[in-house]
């Protein structure tokens, strides 16, 4: 059988990966998919970077769309990143002349999705993204294909490499968060802009595409996104002590007639459920069905080598003729908005900086009665001399009434900077 020839655009940390992997594993992959896996033509920023591998005898194109344009080539891999741009351009001339693109590529995935699988069908062909879902998980493939009999409840996990690693490495460490991020740079895991990972960004992208498939493609303005910057060692510290850790989760929760729930932000999480002791790159996709139950796979969410794996093994299935559905239906529907949160219920942490002196925590104490807010726990630190922080954990109360409590509580003049408020999300299995 003819070979599949590949074009292949971006040469960073995931392309460069992807040519290593093809070349290591030529004969496995070849029995496989039926056929020899090749790459015959690239396109990247610069014709002379030393990247470890040999290029040599491949085409070169300076412009990624021509090299979807050419004719010697039945796949276009997109390595290149970001929702706009020659990323999207490229796509786009490939699927409209008809042949199958694997990408890596979630921001384009979560904000062009529903247009790119249209332009797709039109032109009777598919886009595969597994990588684009916590790298070396087969995220995709375990919500669209190996739960398609479920009606799943919730979807998630940690999606995003570069923070859980970043929150471990504080943790266990006691590192600062410019350092561990620097590191994480280095070790290929960050995005090129790294506050996409480190505000949220990325993470919501995973998740409007997990959303997407388990329930129904979500205006990705309508997510409520949070990030890591405001975590300190001081938190992570009260986290070890009231028996939780700290993670970065994105959950997306449609329950029996209510509407659709969906965010990305830090959360407290007890130390007994499993995404608890996912650390360090390593992402968890969890999910529960009425059928399912609860299920969670972690392993490495991104790098190199486990983000290369995804985008080859979509290339088997390029090779083996598979044609699945992109958002797991046949007709795509409409985007929908995501629920306000203000009326959802749930445990809240929150954390002060305070002046260490009598009358501090009646002051405290009196707001959150005012807005009818329980506190369960409670616990302090010497932060510096004369400053304490205080940590409290609530009852369970509404977002808007945690919030406008904390409000209450940046306005005294006892309480130094703003509050961090991270919930405590206890319903994972
Ligand atoms: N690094 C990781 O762990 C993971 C990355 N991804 C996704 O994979 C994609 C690639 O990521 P990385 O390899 O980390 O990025 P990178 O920044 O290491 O590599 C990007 C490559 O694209 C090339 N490029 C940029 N503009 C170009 C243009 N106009 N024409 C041709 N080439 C161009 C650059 O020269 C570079 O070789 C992104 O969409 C990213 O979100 C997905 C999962 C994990
Ligand atoms: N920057 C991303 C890479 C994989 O998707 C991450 O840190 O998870
Ligand atoms: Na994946």
């Not at 919730?154 to 859980?164: A, D, K, P, W």
């Amino acid at each position: 059988m003819k070979p599949l020839r590949i074009g292949l655009a971006g040469l960073g940390t995931v392309g460069v990966g992807v040519i290593k992997l093809l070349r290591a594993h030529a004969a496995e992959l070849t029995a496989r998919g039926g056929r020899s896996i090749e790459v015959v033509a690239v396109s990247a920023r610069s014709r002379t970077r030393d990247r470890g591998v040999s290029l040599d005898g491949l085409r070169w194109y300076d412009d990624p769309v021509a090299l979807a344009q050419d004719a010697e080539i039945d796949v276009a891999v997109e390595l290149i990143g970001g929702s706009e741009g020659s990323a999207r351009a490229m796509v786009e001339a490939a699927l409209a002349r008809g042949i199958p693109v694997v990408t890596a590529n979630k921001a384009l995935v979560a904000l062009h999705g529903g247009a790119l699988t249209a332009l797709a069908s039109k032109h009777n062909t598919t886009l595969f993204y597994e990588a684009a879902v916590a790298g070396g998980i087969p995220a995709i493939k375990l919500v669209r294909e190996a739960l398609a009999a479920d009606r799943l409840e919730s979807v998630g996990g940690i999606l995003n490499g570069t923070c859980n690693y970043i929150l471990t490495e504080m943790r266990a460490t006691g590192r600062d968060f410019a350092d561990v991020l620097a590191e994480a740079q280095a070790k290929g895991y960050a995005e090129a802009e790294p506050s996409t990972d480190v505000d949220g960004w990325d993470a919501a992208h995973k998740l409007a595409i997990l959303a997407g498939i388990a329930f129904r493609p979500i205006r990705f303005d309508s997510l409520s996104v949070h990030g890591i910057r405001d975590v300190t060692s001081a938190d992570l510290r009260f986290a070890t002590e009231l028996g939780y850790r700290i993670k970065l989760l994105g959950l997306a929760r449609q329950q029996e007639g209510k509407p659709l729930e969906a965010w990305v932000r830090p959360c407290m999480v007890p130390v007994s459920v499993p995404v608890a002791s996912v650390e360090g790159v390593f992402n968890a996709v969890t999910t529960f069905g009425p059928f399912s139950g609860p299920m969670t796979i972690s392993g490495r969410g991104a790098g190199e080598g486990p983000t290369a794996s995804a985008v080859v093994a979509d290339l088997v299935d390029v090779a083996r003729g598979a044609s699945l559905p992109v958002w797991g239906v046949a007709d795509v529907p409409d985007v929908i908005d995501c629920a306000p949160l203000d009326d959802v219920e749930s445990a809240f942490y929150v954390r002060l900086d305070v002046a260490d002196r009598s009358g501090t925590m009646a002051g405290l104490t009196s707001v959150l009665r005012d807005h009818d807010v329980s506190v369960h726990l409670v616990s302090q630190h010497e932060a510096a001399p004369g400053r304490a922080h205080v940590a409290l954990v609530t009852h369970r109360v509404t977002e808007r009434a945690v919030q406008e409590a904390v409000a209450g509580l940046s306005a005294l003049p006892t309480v130094n900077g703003a509050p961090l408020v991270l919930k405590i999300e206890d319903s994972l299995q």
